[in-house]
């Protein structure tokens, strides 16, 4: 099993910045692939960034493209999603998400809530 834990969300004004963290633990040797989605009020859950546990081959939404940026730090095994330039149709409760292969999501985070003012 891998366990997944969000962190960094709140409440900031458009034009800002937030940096969210996904700390895993457990398995981690079994993740591929690590992603990050959001869920606005009303929508359907949408995929926003992902990137390879090894490191390397990223992938982002449109849009989010030039905004957010996937990292990870490796001695934490925490990966992190850079977001700049908020803006407030980017208010979502924002996921976390490791799959075992690219294609496959197989264990969730709890989530945390990214509200931008305008």
């Known amino acids: 099993q891998v366990q997944l834990v969000e962190s960094g969300g709140g409440l900031v004004q458009a034009g800002g910045s937030l940096r969210l963290s996904c700390a895993a633990s457990?398995?981690?040797?079994?993740?591929?692939?690590i992603r990050w989605f959001r869920q606005a009020p009303g929508k359907e859950r949408e995929f926003v960034a992902a990137?390879?546990?090894?490191?390397?081959?990223?992938s982002y939404a449109d849009s989010v493209k030039g905004r957010f940026t996937i990292s990870r730090d490796n001695a934490k095994n925490t990966v992190y999603l850079q977001m700049n330039n908020l803006k407030p149709e980017d208010t979502a409760v924002y996921y976390c998400a490791a799959g075992v292969n690219w294609v496959s999501i197989d264990y969730w985070g709890q989530g945390t809530q990214v509200t931008v003012s305008s």
């Open positions: 990137k390879l546990w090894s490191g390397g081959t990223t």
């Open positions: 457990g398995r981690t040797y079994s993740i591929y692939a």
